[in-house]
């Protein structure tokens, strides 16, 4: 990626979200505002606790980091300000989303152990949940903001090279090989005997829960297919209508709270659900997946379409797009993208040799641009295994940033540039017309001195 130094007023608007310090049971009992943004506050804890976990990662901070700590909050007070407004909202299920998913990884570091977690921060979940709620909505708000302000900024192609060209040859980047890939994953159809195993597997759980009253949170952690909510008791959190698969949400808002459903099958499995509590179009529910077990057998027929595939699109009898289309399982990622594979590390489709996945690097290894790899055996986020046929798209060798080899790379970074020098503008001049008070302790700041020099210039 491309990185071009910029003003010191162009901040980084995506804040650490630092998660409550070790022993942490409250806030500091003696607290102040520090900063005043129109009708929004920065508190002096907000920046210690920032720093505090910034220390935890890493013990050689600067000294003045505290200082962009406080320049960084300000920013986001000042979008929050604004959101509020022009009405830019942000949903509450959202904000719980995110805060279910930043909790899901707290777990993972955690191995899944609540128990850990409240003797480690001092707090149960729901109270680190709880605390982290107004920040997460914050945070949530601030970015929404900077969609609004930068949404319209686009850039030319004139734009794009001047971009390029003033940057110092000795200074542009070293791009290693990438390649582009597109595949077209095959998920293996179940036979009916390893079908009817799991339905009656998913029966005898109902029946456990419903007939017996065991629990349905502890038969999940013990038997769901589910990787995602399993460890949590099969608890999916709050989700808002149009999150899940029709067939299973279908059933969950048919659902009273605490009702159990009967089997619900989907192109995932047999569910058993039950749900906790329903808030109009939101709804908490738990279940328990059991999946078809894949055979051997199922996974050699599934090889062996995919090969047949293959002869079709080597022979021109089929495009890759189209046979995406038709064989492709519409989970993938890359099923709406005909195929193409996107870098979560870039977002774009460009992948360093060195990064890819060991069984992706052999399968095309040997193949010329356009080729396609033979059927390949791999297994999804989830356990389940599938196959997959993967066509090399292009192949760069190592080399210095080039503008028309790496156009895309050089339009997005151009592009970025673009919209923070905007931001920066617009956030000098929208300052001017905002109240703004900082608190003395942090005035020798050089970054802070340069923000009030900027805003009360006229």
Known sequence: MLKFSASSFALALFLTFALPLSGQNERMLIDKVVATVGGEVVLLSEVQEQVAYARQQNSKISADYPCLVLQNLIVQRLLVHQAKIDSVLVKDDEVENQLDARIERLRSYFNQDDKAIEEYYGQTVAQIKDQM?????????????????TKKITITPLEVQAFFQQIPPDSLPFFNAEVEIRELV??????????????????DLRKRIVDKGESFADLAKKYSDD?????????????????????FEAAVYKLEPGQVSPIVETEFGFHVIQLIERRGNLVHARHILIKPEITDEDLAKAAAKLDSVRTFILEGKLTFSDAVKLYGDKNAPSHNNDGRVANPRSGNTFFEVGDLDTN??????????????????????DGSRYYRLILLESRSKPHRADLRQDYNKIQAAALEQKKSDYLEEWMVARLRKTHLAI??????????QEILAQTQRF
């Open 133 to 149: 709620r107004n920040d997460m909505r914050n945070q949530l708000l601030a970015e929404r903001m900077q969609q609004e302000i």
């Open 186 to 203: 095959y998920k293996p159809p179940v036979n009916a005997e390893e079908r009817a195993k799991a339905r009656a597997r998913a029966e």
């Open 227 to 247: 990787p995602g909510s399993a460890a949590q008791g099969g608890d999916l959190g709050w989700q808002k209508r149009g999150t899940f698969v029709p067939e």
């Open 360 to 381: 992706v690097f052999f399968a095309i290894d040997e193949l010329e641009v356009g080729g396609i790899s033979k059927p390949t055996p791999f297994r999804m986020p």
């Open 439 to 448: 608190d003395p302790l942090f005035l020798n700041c050089p970054n802070l």
